[in-house]
C-alpha cells in the first residue's frame, strides 16, 4: 500500500512522493503534469530533494506546468462518456458527488483556484472520478467486441495514462486509459478494437492493419489520423 505526501518546488509546484514498501529506488516520472516521486518506506524528503535536484533539467524538459490548465468554479467537462462540474460547497475538503448528475467535484468556498495546491487536488479529484466512470464503461464495450469478432484476453485495466490511450500484452490484458472518457464513442471504439487487433498480431505490420481494417469497415487508418488529432477537453 502507498503513502503519499507532499512538498513544494520552485519549478514543479505541489510534488507528490509516494512511498511504496516495494520501491528499492528513488524514481520520478511527470503524469498529468505533476511531478510524482515514487521512493522506498522511510526515505526523507531531504533526500527526494537532492533526487530532484540532480536530475532537476532532464525533468524541466518533459514537464508542463499545472498552471497550463485553469479551473474555476463554472469549469466543466461535458462529453458522451463524462460530465462533471466544480462547485464551491461550505466544507473543509475538496469530494466528489458521484450521486449528481453532472458527478459535482465539490470544492470549499475559500479555495484559490489559481494556487498550485487547488489545481493538483482538483486535477487529482477529476482523474479519480474519470477511472471510476471509464471502469463502469469501458468493459462492457470491450466485452461486446470480444464476443462479436471472437478475440480472447484475460483482462481489461484501468489507467490514468495522458500519452497512451491503450495498450495489449502478450499475455492478453487490455490496458485502457481513462481519458477514453473524453472521447467521441466512434474512437473509444476504434482504440479498443485497436488492442483487440492486438491479440493477434503484436506489431503494427500489413496483417495488423489487415485485421483492423476488417473491424472498423476499412476505416482503420483514417480513425487513426482523427485520433491523433483530437484535443481532449482536459
Not at 537532492?50 to 479551473?71: G, H, I, Q, T, Y
Not at 474519470?130 to 464495450?141: E, V
Not at 473491424?215 to 483530437?230: H, I, V
Request: charged share 25%; with cysteine.
Amino acid at each position: 500500500m502507498a503513502t503519499k505526501r507532499i512538498f513544494e518546488d520552485p519549478d514543479f509546484g505541489y510534488v507528490i512522493v509516494s512511498s511504496r514498501r516495494n520501491a528499492r529506488n528513488i524514481s520520478m516520472r511527470i503524469r498529468d503534469n505533476q511531478l510524482v516521486v515514487t521512493v522506498p518506506p522511510y526515505a526523507k524528503i531531504s533526500q527526494v530533494v537532492d533526487a530532484v535536484n540532480k536530475f532537476r533539467e532532464p525533468l524541466l524538459k518533459n514537464f508542463k506546468k499545472v498552471e497550463s490548465k485553469s479551473f474555476d468554479e463554472n469549469y466543466m467537462i461535458d462529453t458522451p462518456f463524462f460530465r462533471l462540474k466544480i462547485v464551491v460547497w461550505n466544507g473543509i475538503n475538496f469530494r466528489l458527488n458521484y450521486k449528481a448528475d453532472p458527478i459535482l467535484l465539490e470544492c470549499p468556498k475559500n479555495t484559490d483556484f489559481s494556487s498550485d495546491e487547488a489545481k493538483v487536488l482538483i486535477r487529482s479529484g477529476i482523474v479519480r472520478a474519470m477511472k471510476r466512470q471509464a471502469a463502469i464503461i469501458l468493459p462492457p464495450i470491450v466485452n461486446e467486441y470480444v464476443q462479436r469478432y471472437g478475440k480472447k484476453i484475460r483482462k481489461i485495466k484501468i489507467t490514468g495514462a495522458r500519452s497512451r490511450w491503450g495498450s495489449c500484452s502478450s499475455a492478453g490484458t487490455i490496458s485502457l486509459s481513462c481519458y477514453l472518457v473524453l472521447l467521441p464513442p466512434h474512437l473509444v471504439d476504434y482504440v479498443i478494437l485497436h488492442e483487440l487487433a492486438h491479440t493477434e498480431e503484436m506489431n503494427h505490420s500489413d496483417r495488423f492493419w489487415a485485421v483492423l481494417d476488417g473491424m472498423t469497415d476499412g476505416k482503420s487508418k483514417s480513425l487513426r489520423a482523427e485520433l491523433r488529432k483530437f484535443k481532449t477537453e482536459f
